[in-house]
């Protein structure tokens, strides 16, 4: 189960600083990130540092884990314990049944007063989201809903500080979107503010929710983690860059091929496949991307020119002869 920690820490866990550019950049300075090695605050306790807070509550998970019962809870992976602990991030997110559940609730949420009104319209509205965010495709995951299309919702049905459930989380689209209520750009909150004030309704209250996300599937919740938790943005460039480097040593002579001069080794960046079709006037052979796209509009000729008789034809009424 994943608990996400809000705006506010994710905004505080990095710091930048100003560091001589890069050779070949063309940049004098650039930013870059710097893990806060600062004390920590978690479910009311102080660490030194976020290490140690990782530290101190594995050793609680490994413990409860030894726990007969524990492991009864309907759910449970199969796995070894230390499976389970190398995956989960504790008390934020853990890759079996969340022992602080009780804990964080306590902390953000407040018990139900029935004399405290609480009334919402039902939010019936059409809400069209490309799925072209980066951060919606930084993972793919089955069913997945873009978080934008979820913010809305959320933000019309609680108020800052609020603590939603997904019990059926995927790939964690709800906390993102839980967070971005707090985190949206200053245009995105005008574009939704304009929206809701041309369909009648309140302004919305901006401010991130406390958010706790669980699934069945240990990959969904892993996945939900990654997606909400903050982590090191160096660690991560640089371990991905050594997996790229890898892969490029031992697969990299694959996308290799020679220029047209026959000496000089390129890169394969990205190969496009085209339609050959046949010319009804004298059945030669006409690529579809060479004849039919216009190189300096970008887009689709309305005749179809063949290179061999100069015959015009419109794209419906040649005849496809193969892939090329």
Not at 57 to 71: G, I, T, V
Not at 156 to 167: E, R
Not at 176 to 190: F, H, I, L
């Amino acid at each position: 189960m994943n608990k996400s920690k809000g705006g506010s820490n994710q905004r505080q866990l990095f710091k930048t600083k100003i560091v001589p550019g890069k050779p070949g950049s063309g940049k004098l300075f650039e930013e870059e990130y710097v893990v806060d090695e600062g004390a920590v605050e978690c479910l009311s306790m102080t660490f030194e540092s976020d290490e140690k807070r990782r530290k101190y509550f594995l050793e609680k998970l490994r413990e409860k884990l030894k726990d007969p019962e524990f492991r009864k809870i309907e759910g449970f992976p199969i796995g070894e314990d230390e499976d389970i602990l190398a995956l989960s991030d504790p008390p934020y997110y853990t890759a079996c049944p969340n022992p602080w559940f009780g804990d964080f609730i306590k902390l953000y949420g407040k018990p139900y007063d029935p004399d405290e009104p609480y009334n919402r319209k039902p939010f019936a509205v059409d809400v069209s989201v490309e799925k072209t965010d980066p951060i919606y495709r930084a993972h793919s995951y089955h069913t997945k809903v873009p978080h934008l299309a979820i913010v809305p919702s959320i933000l019309h049905y609680t108020q800052p500080g609020d603590v939603v459930l997904d019990g059926f989380c995927g790939s964690g689209m709800t906390g993102v979107a839980a967070q971005r209520c707090g985190s949206a750009p200053e245009t995105y909150r005008k574009d939704i503010e304009a929206a809701w004030k041309a369909e009648g309704r309140d302004k919305p209250q901006w401010g991130a929710r406390h958010v706790v996300l669980g699934d069945l599937s240990p990959a969904a919740t892993f996945i939900a983690a990654n997606y909400n938790l903050p982590f090191d943005v160096n660690a991560f460039a640089k371990a991905a860059r050594q997996i790229l480097d890898e892969v490029k040593e031992e697969l990299g002579w694959i996308y290799e091929t020679l220029h047209t001069d026959g000496k000089t080794v390129g890169r394969i960046e990205y190969t496009v496949w085209s339609e050959v079709f046949s010319c009804p006037d004298c059945t030669g052979e006409v690529v579809y991307l060479d004849e039919e796209l216009d190189k300096e509009t970008k887009r689709v000729k309305d005749m179809f020119p063949c290179p061999h008789c100069g015959a015009q034809q419109p794209p419906a009424a040649i005849s496809i002869n193969e892939e090329r």
